[in-house]
């Protein structure tokens, strides 16, 4: 199994920048993917961006250009967050996909709460 914990969450304003980290626990050499999320009041949970074990990565279109995704061996996995915007402010979530007894499963941290002001 796979645990992870976020932190790094704070209130910004905007054009400012955060970093938000995911410390990663339990079978990380089970792990094909780690993935970051919002979630906005009222809206669905979306993807910011995602890393596989080959190290390719994936952004949504807002994220691009201002956010990165990187990891240290998997212990860690970060997202940068620059020029941040008022439509940032969400809940953010780690997220790691890993092989479990021949299957696959996934796991979610408790989030982090980002507030970007104007």
């Known amino acids: 199994q796979v645990q992870l914990v976020e932190s790094g969450g704070d209130s910004v304003q905007a054009g400012g920048s955060l970093r938000l980290s995911c410390r990663v626990s339990?079978?990380?050499?089970?792990?094909?993917?780690m993935g970051w999320y919002r979630q906005a009041p009222g809206k669905q949970r979306e993807l910011v961006a995602d890393l596989n074990d080959g190290g390719s990565t994936k952004y949504a279109d807002f994220a691009k250009g201002r956010f990165t995704i990187f990891r240290d061996n998997y212990k860690m996995v970060y997202l940068q967050m620059n020029r941040l915007e008022t439509e940032d402010t969400a809940v953010y979530y780690c997220k790691a996909i890993f092989r479990f007894r021949g299957d696959f499963e996934e796991s979610w941290g408790q989030g982090t709460q980002v507030i970007v002001s104007s």
């Open positions: 339990g079978s990380t050499s089970s792990i094909i993917l």
